[in-house]
């Protein structure tokens, strides 16, 4: 131990001033990653080096989860939904009627972490239980909460349809789970997001998986990150028909509100993942009646962004075209959520994985401006 005299009191250390501080963090580069590129000025997102829309367009969500952990493409790669241990189902029986989606899934996964050892470092054989564990778990707090008993898994059925099955009691068609699969690739990885960054602070203090996942799932939750689908539904629902959307367009903008789907901190061009589900939406065998309407109202939309914001681009954003898809799959606008966060559980357990695989414990330091230091009041 050192004295210290009154001499010795600086308020924050020498070498703090001089290095930035940046609010959220925004711009600071915090990790490295081959997982996901996002290039917002040219509104590309590629998952290890493969486009977007091409993923869409060929793979599965499966195919590309496993991408994801291993860095091959696979693209016949299945994942059944799996079945949930009965203490998890008792968790779940046991939750109140109220309990929101996102806390109930946050809940099933820490539960089900109780039932297994899942020693550190993390594995892909760990990643792939928890990704076709949740799904099971999201489904059959859905239908206990409307009074019905849980499906068990079909293990025929991949990921995605699995989970519709569990939802519903029968099998979706062939469009209806190729536009959710499609939503589910999109939503799949997104670089250093919040929820993502959560699961690598987690994974970085040698925390396991499940740790990090119900972290991940805690931070989507706020409104800022996983809550936009279900605005877009209550938003076009105001609109009603194209032809009031010109007129409401402006009344909202008049009225200093954010038009949800629009705009984003990173890209600064047509969101790829966009593009991507519309095309999918477009070739929906039953149309969403939500498209169309959707469609007529992003037009306006744009043109009137672009008239009030001649300098800075706001285009169309993934959310925008999630809802009508998510709608016209069936889902209930409280799910959207917890259903994006079915669909980044392949992002997170892959950073988990990248993550332990070079470890470096994630501790930023803080610039304190607080008052110096001092003897207590006597
Ligand atoms: N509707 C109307 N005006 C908008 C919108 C919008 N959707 N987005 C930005 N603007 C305007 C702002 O009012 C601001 O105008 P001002 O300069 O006159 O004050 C200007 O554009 C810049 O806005 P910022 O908030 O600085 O833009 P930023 O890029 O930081 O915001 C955000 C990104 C939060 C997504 C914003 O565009 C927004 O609120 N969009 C609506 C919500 C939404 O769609 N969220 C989902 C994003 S995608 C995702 O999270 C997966």
């Known amino acids: 131990m050192t004295d210290s005299s009154p001499g010795d009191?600086?308020?924050?250390?020498?070498?703090?001033?001089?290095?930035?501080?940046?609010?959220?963090?925004?711009?600071?580069?915090?990790?490295?990653?081959?997982?996901?590129?996002?290039?917002?000025?040219?509104?590309?997102?590629?998952?290890?080096?493969?486009?977007?829309?091409?993923?869409?367009?060929h793979?599965?969500?499966?195919?590309?989860?496993?991408?994801?952990?291993?860095?091959?493409?696979?693209?016949?790669?299945?994942?059944?939904?799996?079945?949930?241990?009965p203490a998890v189902l008792a968790v779940l029986r046991a939750l109140p009627a109220t309990t929101k989606p996102m806390d109930a899934l946050r809940t099933a996964v820490s539960a089900w972490g109780t039932t297994l050892d899942l020693p550190w470092p993390p594995t892909v054989d760990q990643a792939r239980a928890l990704t076709s564990f949740s799904p099971s778990a999201l489904a059959a707090f859905a239908r206990l909460r409307a009074g019905q008993e849980p499906i068990e898994p079909d293990p025929s059925l991949d990921l995605v349809e699995g989970f519709l099955y569990q939802l519903t009691g029968s099998r979706p068609?062939?469009?209806?789970?190729?536009?959710l699969d499609a939503y589910f690739i999109v939503g799949a990885e997104h670089g250093f997001n919040a929820s993502t960054f959560t699961a690598r602070v987690i994974t970085s203090t040698r925390s396991d998986i499940v740790s990090a996942i119900t972290g991940a799932i805690g931070t989507m939750k706020g409104p800022l990150h996983g809550g936009a689908p279900s605005e877009v539904v209550d938003q076009l629902s105001q609109v009603g028909s194209a032809d009031h959307a010109e007129a409401w367009v402006r009344e909202a903008l008049a009225k200093g509100e954010r038009l949800m789907g629009f705009g984003h901190r990173v890209y600064r061009a047509y969101d790829p993942r966009a593009a991507a589900l519309r095309t999918v939406a477009e070739g929906m065998a039953h149309k969403p009646d939500w498209l169309q309407l959707a469609i007529e109202v992003e037009d306006v939309v744009l043109r009137v962004l672009a008239e009030k914001h001649p300098d800075r681009p706001l285009k169309t954003n993934v959310e925008f075209y999630a809802?009508?898809?998510?709608?016209?799959?069936?889902?209930?606008?409280?799910?959207?959520?917890?259903?994006?966060?079915?669909?980044?559980?392949?992002?997170w357990t892959a950073h988990a994985l990248e993550q332990a695989a070079n470890n470096r414990l994630i501790r930023p330091d803080v610039n304190y401006v607080g008052p110096p230091e001092r003897d207590l009041p006597s």
Not at 11 to 35: F, H, M, N
Request: aromatic content about 8%.
């Open 323 to 347: 809802a009508p898809v998510l709608m016209g799959v069936g889902l209930a606008p409280d799910l959207f959520p917890a259903t994006f966060s079915l669909a980044r559980h392949a992002g």
């Open 173 to 179: 068609d062939a469009g209806t789970a190729r536009a």
């Open 59 to 85: 793979g599965s969500y499966p195919a590309v989860a496993n991408l994801l952990w291993t860095g091959d493409w696979e693209p016949n790669h299945r994942l059944p939904t799996a079945p949930i241990p």
């Open 9 to 57: 009191k600086p308020a924050v250390k020498a070498d703090q001033a001089s290095r930035p501080y940046s609010p959220g963090l925004e711009g600071v580069i915090a990790g490295e990653t081959s997982l996901g590129y996002v290039d917002g000025e040219r509104g590309r997102l590629t998952y290890r080096g493969y486009r977007i829309g091409d993923l869409v367009a």
